[in-house]
């Protein structure tokens, strides 16, 4: 640090220049990245968010599928400070979604650095500053907010003789729409939210999804008489026990749904909710699959032993070829991956400390997006963020004041 020389110059990006930034680094510019910036700006604090992608929302524009619609009510998916436009429907579809977080970043005047991946971050004793290096240059700030989400690699599993299969074994990540795999026999492994409704995607093209259930899963209604299970559970919770709310919503979807068990999707020991705040597994929340999966469009299959060339062997014996196979497998944060020297996160890449409380950690980093809460987890902690970084931020004003922009660069001695 002591070795940069400053000159201003803001659209330069060379590997001998580090830039200095006057407020926080956010890195990722998905909703939560968005979300800490427009707070902290609302709170008269500037930010850079560097992202690694062409664009904002990167997993929704780049790495969803087309029929992809919010399964939770619009208002639990709002970020702070401005919501959706009144006349999107009670679940907007991914285009609607991504149309508002672009407006979102428009209306706070967010401008990401685009194609900026951070490959190491970490914070330097010497000088009090964390030091950001991206391919192509080194950021410097008093604060980093990580904002990379929890769902920033996909979860490939290593099942025996995967690489053999006769094509490319695709993630959920890739997958747009069952117009691919039209009158396909599909193996799609995992059955989360994502495979649930890949399976009902692929059902819509006369494509013949089978679907591998290894484990125990919850299946409940995305309502329930025209109430979102997500907003029911919500309300009951203020007032009553989580394992008593489970007991109610697990009725309630025997009543709708009928018994799950009998279809293979066997139900865990413990209630939906208790199990979210557990272990992080998301119950999947039903938009069809499960009638495609009673009249037997979707069949489903226990734990995969092997794939082979043509197909794969199941660990019941039994033996089936495929045309193609997806894995909906699920996804991991890269945390681990980039910041460095840092004991705030765990080795699976989320915050140590558990949702309401962790938002912050020492010398000035931050999370958001960790909390196994999706939007509303992300709303809640860019509030706290904001407040906190500036309160920091007045006390140090004065010394800001010197300076007439938020982004210098400086010059590294060799
Ligand atoms: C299919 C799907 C549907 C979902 N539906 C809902 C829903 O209906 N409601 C809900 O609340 N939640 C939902 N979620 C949860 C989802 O995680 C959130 O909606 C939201 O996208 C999280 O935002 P985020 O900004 O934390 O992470 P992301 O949206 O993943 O954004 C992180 C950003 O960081 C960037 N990045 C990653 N690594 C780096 C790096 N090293 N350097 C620079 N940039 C980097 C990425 O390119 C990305 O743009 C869904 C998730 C999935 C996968
Ligand atoms: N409309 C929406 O809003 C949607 C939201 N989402 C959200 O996105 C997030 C990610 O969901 P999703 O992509 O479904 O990931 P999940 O992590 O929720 O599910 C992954 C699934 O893959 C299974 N699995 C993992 N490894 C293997 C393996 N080796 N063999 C067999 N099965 C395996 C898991 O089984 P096991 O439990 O045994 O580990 C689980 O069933 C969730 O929060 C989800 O709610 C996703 C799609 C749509
Ligand atoms: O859809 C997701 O992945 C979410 O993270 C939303 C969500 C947060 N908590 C839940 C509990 C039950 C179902 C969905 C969610």
């Known amino acids: 640090m002591g070795s940069c020389s400053c000159r201003e110059d803001h659209d330069l990006l060379q590997p001998n220049f580090c830039v200095w930034v006057h407020g926080p680094i956010i890195v990722g510019a998905g909703p939560s990245g968005l979300a800490a910036s427009a707070c902290l700006s609302e ?4 930010s850079l968010i560097l992202e690694k992608s062409d664009c904002i929302a990167s997993l929704w524009q780049h790495r969803t599928y087309d029929r992809l619609k919010l399964h939770l009510p619009k208002h639990f998916c709002e970020l702070p400070l401005l919501g959706f436009p009144t006349n999107f429907p009670k679940y907007p579809t991914k285009r609607q979604f991504i149309s508002y ?12 650095r685009f194609n900026q991946s951070v490959e190491k971050a970490a914070f330097d004793h010497s000088s009090g500053f964390w030091r950001v290096q991206t391919q192509d240059c080194e950021y410097i700030s008093k604060w980093l907010i990580v904002a990379t989400g929890e769902n920033a690699e996909p979860v490939i599993p290593e099942i025996p003789g ?13 997958y747009k729409s069952g117009f691919e795999f039209k009158n396909q026999k599909v193996l799609v492994i995992g059955c989360g939210n994502s495979g ?7 059902c819509r093209y006369n494509a013949i999804p089978h679907m591998v259930v290894r484990n125990t899963v919850h299946v409940l209604p995305r309502e329930m008489f025209g109430v979102s299970t997500f907003g ?5 919770l203020k007032w009553l026990p989580l394992k008593l709310v489970d007991k109610f919503l697990l009725l309630m979807s025997n009543f709708i749904l009928g018994n799950t068990d009998e ?17 992080g597994k998301t119950p999947v929340l039903d938009v069809g699959a499960l009638s495609q999966i009673r009249s037997g469009k979707i069949k489903v299959a226990e734990g995969v032993k092997e794939i082979t060339r043509n197909g794969a062997k199941f660990i019941d014996g039994q033996e089936m070829e495929f ?28 915050p140590r400390t558990p949702f309401p409380h962790g ?4 010398n000035g980093v931050y999370s958001i997006g960790f909390t196994g809460r999706g939007i509303l987890g992300t709303a809640s902690y860019a509030v706290k963020i904001a407040e906190d970084i500036a309160e920091q931020w007045r006390t140090i004003q004065d010394l800001n004041n010197n300076c007439n922009s938020h982004v210098i660069l400086l010059r590294k001695h060799e």
Not at 163 to 174: A, C, E, G, Q, R
Not at 196 to 202: F, I, K, T, Y
Not at 359 to 362: D, H, R
């Open 43 to 46: 709170n008269g604090v500037p």
């Open 101 to 112: 977080m672009e407006s979102y970043a428009l209306h706070f005047s967010i401008k990401p």
């Open 162 to 174: 995967i690489d053999n299969f006769k094509v490319p074994v695709l993630h959920t990540s890739m």
């Open 196 to 202: 649930m409704e890949v399976g009902l995607d692929l």
């Open 232 to 236: 029911v559970a919500m309300s009951l």
């Open 263 to 279: 279809l293979g999707l066997r139900r865990p020991k413990t209630g939906p909710i208790e199990l979210k705040n557990v272990t």
């Open 323 to 350: 045309d193609s196979i997806i894995l909906a497998t699920g996804y991991r944060s890269n945390v681990p991956t980039w910041l460095k020297g840092c004991d705030f996160f765990t080795k699976e890449g989320l």
């Open 359 to 362: 938002w912050k950690g020492e």
